[in-house]
């Protein structure tokens, strides 16, 4: 048996699935030109074309993006002919690595090409674990591919990266969802039954699956099942996917989202909104049609990470950290179990005191310096860390703050024309009313 005989596969592009694969991976795009979406990466000429070819030039990959983008699908699209090894960086470790490595070095040898070695979810591999690619990659003892769904900036080690091309994937949009389900009612290679899919049906599926085409595919097989069986017991040759279907069988209720996307933005409109008027249960209630509705779980955590810093702000501070881990928690634990961390997230903004004073200052410096009121910074302030700047009077005269008595030092802080503006004005809410006591005295000691 061949060491990896469960992981490779020995070229000829996309593999051909067997009758009983997943609809998703029986729908696997075979070419370029089937992928849906990813425009900007599928233009003549682009980098991503050029590595699709026989004589395409031996380059490692990382491909960066959210869950049932293409990744994998792309993956075997650049390595062609090539043999073609997938690793998980969950269950495999340097072991497995070096193996790869090894079995393509010998092949190089007698004349093959070398070998693509695929690793999903590479982020959760060790500082260590990606050093030990490190050689491999740089003498082309393989071709890297490494798909991630977390920033490689942080996730994947500088020299890989380095050595890699960085590709961006970016989510589908709903059009792109819709397309290949209705590729996949129409395609030999999809249902392998005679269906019809409603559009409310089917509207339903695209706001569930948000932008994984994965999780669409397989929702929509779960659902034709359902109306073959159904259309068999009621003798019919056709089955009918209807929402009523779609909603009993995926087990969650059709939120009236209308076709416009006129009611997406009317709930979350309505969650902000309830956030902001310290109405817990009301935002909750949004929080619940956007959940059973579908919606991107990390779109409603972005929104409440803004909500911390524009609606709350320093009125407590510690909104801004709660609504960070809950954001973090949803990438990392996905859904259903994300709805917890979004709940207490929102239940604690929702109660907590509101001010919008540091949203507010910031848009009123940024509006100064729009319209010319910056000035020089003052020469006592300027950097004085280089060989000349004494000598131009960079930094003289400069009062350490920490020698000041309370460490606040009485000297002019802003360009001479901005001497006197005042940005942030806190309010009496929450921690800005100690805020507001503390700016009082501070602002008292530099004579403002």
């Known amino acids: 048996m061949d060491l990896f005989e469960s992981t490779q596969r020995a070229g000829s592009g996309v593999p051909e699935p067997g009758p009983t694969a997943p609809l998703a991976v029986r729908m696997r795009p075979r070419t370029l030109d089937e992928v849906v979406g990813q425009a900007h990466l599928l233009a003549d000429g682009s980098p991503l074309r050029r590595l699709i070819g026989d004589d395409a030039p031996a380059t490692s990959v990382v491909l960066w993006g959210p869950p049932g983008t293409g990744k994998t699908t792309l993956a075997y699209l650049v390595a062609g002919n090539r043999r073609f090894v997938e690793l998980s960086a969950v269950t495999a470790g340097v072991k497995d690595v070096r193996a790869v490595v090894e079995d393509s070095k010998r092949r190089i040898a007698t004349g093959e090409r070398e070998t693509v070695l695929f690793i999903d979810e590479i982020h959760r591999f060790t500082r ?3 050093d030990a690619l490190l050689p491999a990659v740089e003498n082309r003892w393989v071709t890297l591919i490494g798909a991630t769904t977390e920033n490689p900036s942080f996730s994947v080690v500088g020299p890989l990266l380095s050595r890699s091309l960085l590709l961006v994937l970016q989510p589908l949009a709903s059009a792109d969802i819709a397309a290949l389900l209705a590729r996949a009612v129409e395609d030999s290679r999809g249902l392998g039954c005679a269906v019809v899919l409603e559009d409310e049906a089917r509207d339903h599926i695209v706001r569930v699956a948000g932008a994984d085409a994965r999780k669409a ?4 097989e779960a659902v034709a099942q359902s109306a073959e069986q159904s259309a068999s017991s009621s003798g019919e ?3 009918v996917i209807t929402a009523e279907l779609t909603e009993s069988t995926m087990d969650a209720a059709l939120v009236a989202y ?3 996307g006129d009611q997406h933005y009317d709930v979350i409109s309505a969650f902000i909104k309830s956030v902001r ?5 009301a935002a909750l209630h949004y929080l619940a049609r956007m959940v059973v509705a579908g919606e991107d779980p990390r779109f409603i955590a972005r929104r409440l990470v803004i909500l911390a810093s524009e609606d709350i702000g320093l009125a407590d501070p510690q909104g801004l950290v709660i609504a960070q881990a809950a954001a973090e928690a949803v ?6 179990e994300g709805r917890i961390p979004l709940a207490q997230a929102t239940a604690y903004l929702a109660s907590a005191p509101k001010s919008n004073r540091a949203y507010v200052a910031i848009d009123k410096a940024i509006a100064d310096v729009r319209v010319g009121r910056a000035g020089v910074v003052p020469s006592h302030l300027r950097d004085a860390h280089y060989a000349g700047a004494e000598r131009i009077g960079h930094g003289q005269g400069y009062q350490y703050s920490h020698d000041a008595p309370h460490g606040v030092a009485r000297q002019e802080y802003l360009p001479e024309a901005l001497e006197g503006a005042r940005y942030y ?3 009496e809410h929450g921690f800005e009313r100690t805020l507001s006591e503390r700016l009082r005295a501070i602002r008292e000691m530099l004579g403002r």
């Open 258 to 260: 209308d076709k416009s």
């Open 277 to 281: 008027g310290s109405d817990v249960d």
């Open 237 to 239: 040759r056709t089955g």
């Open 331 to 336: 990438s990392f634990i996905g859904m259903p």
């Open 128 to 130: 260590s674990q990606q």
């Open 425 to 427: 004005e806190p309010t």
């Open 217 to 220: 595919l397989t929702l929509l």
